[in-house]
């Protein structure tokens, strides 16, 4: 027997409690806007997820927690083939490429990564079939719903008082801040603070910068929060915003105009008085 | 209000923040610490060495340098850091010859994703072991219409000579545009 609804009512928390509480065992598929999410459960705990087309191979999971590099993972996957993730981690173990321990992190960020997207969806058909499992060559690191439960509704909270924060993406654009202050000293960016500061750009809005790098609008609102909060970048009025800025462009973000001479040549001017 | 962007990349320890504070007008942000406590190493783990340095040239123009991320790992930043940049960088630890075959693979991926003009900096050309930026020309095999140039990343005036030259090589690389 099937339990079948919407998620506008029954949400992502009601549904986890559900399988937590009566330590269910099956495969949850959610239809959401745009992708399809499917969670594994065994005895009430998240042992495997994918989403989209994504389908969670070890070596995507390593690559997005920064444990491969993208040649590496570009590689391994090319040379693998056919194996299976149990015996490509055992492989890339005895190699040397990575620890045990580097895998099980990978593996639990990247469903940690899928369910808590889910909590931000409101709608979208779900159903859960008992006692489907993954297949047996995927590595299942079972997670504990309560403290997934915990976070996030804690996030959920969190997402509706940065929507408080920074209520408009599509037509705000980031800069730098022209004085920044000592606090800058030793700051520590990671990695996604780093791609989107890498787009900040006048032309750019806040929203094209989160589409070029892949990222919903809670995780750009949380980084954008983080480097407003650290005097970093300043909101500003997105330049040329009267013409349409996104075409049909993968990403969005509009290619710089050409450069003129005449830029050169004032930058020649300002190098040389310094 | 424009911004431009150049990127200055190189092996590890070759000198790029170095380069970016010897000329920024802000404090270098740089995420590369001395790894001394066990907490400060986990911290590696999680965010990238990267520089980033800014020179005002008036209200409506900026310049940013952006130095390339010091861990292998972070390598598909590269791509994401060289879209739409003017030009970019290549510094060479000029001493530490183990280095220059990692220079001249970093300098082939810069040049694949970008039709842009580039310099070549022979840094650390204080230190008595230097190789000269001829030798590195012939070592590295660099074209014979890019700059190899001496560096020392420390002296400002060094620092200037290099980004002008790059930006006189942006100069012609228009005029043969037109
Ligand atoms: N003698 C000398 N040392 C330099 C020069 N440039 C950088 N260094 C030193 O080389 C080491 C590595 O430089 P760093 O800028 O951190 O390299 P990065 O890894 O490319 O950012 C540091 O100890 C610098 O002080 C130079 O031109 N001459
Ligand atoms: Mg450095």
Known sequence: MALKGNLRDFSTTQLLNLVNLARKTGLLVIQGQTDTARLYFREGKLIHANIGNADGHLADMLLKAGKLSAEQAQMIQTRAGMQSDKQLGLALMSAGYVTQEDIVQSVKKHMLDIVYTLFSWNQGDFQFDQNLLPSDDRIAVPINLENVIMEGSRRIQESEQLQDELPDLTSVALRFTDNPDARLRNVNLSVEEWRVISFINPRNTIKQIAQSNGMDDFQIRKIVYGMLQAGLVELARPEGMAAPAVGGRRGGVEKPPAVKRSVVERLITRIKRI | ?178
Request: hydrophobic letters at 40%; charged letters at 30%; proline letters at 3%.
């Open chain 2, 1 to 178: 209000m424009q911004t431009v962007k150049m990127v200055i990349t190189g092996p590890f320890s070759a000198g790029k923040t170095e380069f970016i504070r010897s000329i920024s007008e802000i404090d270098v942000v740089s995420t590369e610490r001395k790894i001394s406590s066990e907490a400060e190493r986990v911290k590696e783990a999680t965010t990238v060495a990267m520089d980033f340095g800014r020179i005002t040239v008036d209200e409506d123009l900026v310049l940013y340098l952006f130095g390339t991320p010091g861990q292998r790992r972070f390598d598909f930043m590269w791509e994401i850091l060289s879209e739409g940049m003017l030009g970019f960088i290549v510094l060479i630890d000029s001493v530490r010859s183990e280095t220059f075959r990692e220079a001249k693979h970093i300098l082939e991926i810069f040049r694949s994703y970008a039709p842009t003009p580039y310099v070549v900096a022979a840094n650390k050309q204080d230190l008595p072991d230097a190789w000269s930026p001829e030798d590195l020309r012939i070592a590295l095999k660099i074209d014979s219409n890019v700059k190899v140039l001496s560096c020392v990343a420390t002296e400002k005036e060094h620092v200037k000579n290099v980004l002008l030259e790059l930006l006189y090589s942006i100069l012609e690389g228009m005029e043969e545009g037109t």
